[in-house]
């Protein structure tokens, strides 16, 4: 596990916390979510690939490719700090198990009001 943490805002010294806080424990962002980086990693609905050749360009889940490995997004606490990056993700088997991935993340469509 790593000591030292820059955060990925100012590249100051943050806290280093060494476990998981609560999902309100900080203010949430200018859209409401609280802690999309770096509480804990979170599975998504994407199939692993190795790049995004053929992705989905509607952001649609990929659904093809090795679907016995997912996706992971938003960098863990244990993490170094450039897993935080929006555009940084793992991958992880299906079955796996272990206390890196705790969570999901839950999102749903929003249409504009006619």
């Not at 000591?3 to 100012?10: C, E, I, R």
């Not at 490719?65 to 555009?87: E, I, K, T």
Request: aromatic share 12%; with cysteine.
């Amino acid at each position: 596990m790593m000591g030292s943490f820059h955060t990925p805002a100012t590249g100051q010294m943050g806290e280093f916390r060494t476990k998981t806080v609560p999902v309100d424990f900080f203010e949430p962002n200018p859209w409401g979510l609280h802690q999309v980086h770096g509480n804990i990693y979170e599975w998504v609905e994407d199939c692993w690939n190795k790049n995004y050749f053929r992705a989905p360009a509607d952001g649609s889940a990929w659904t093809t490719g090795d679907c016995d490995r997912r996706v992971l997004r938003g960098g863990a606490y244990n993490f170094a700090p450039w897993h935080l990056r929006s555009a940084a993700r793992g991958e992880v088997a299906t079955a796996a198990e272990g206390d890196v991935v705790k969570g999901v993340r839950v999102a749903r469509t929003l249409t504009a009001k006619k």
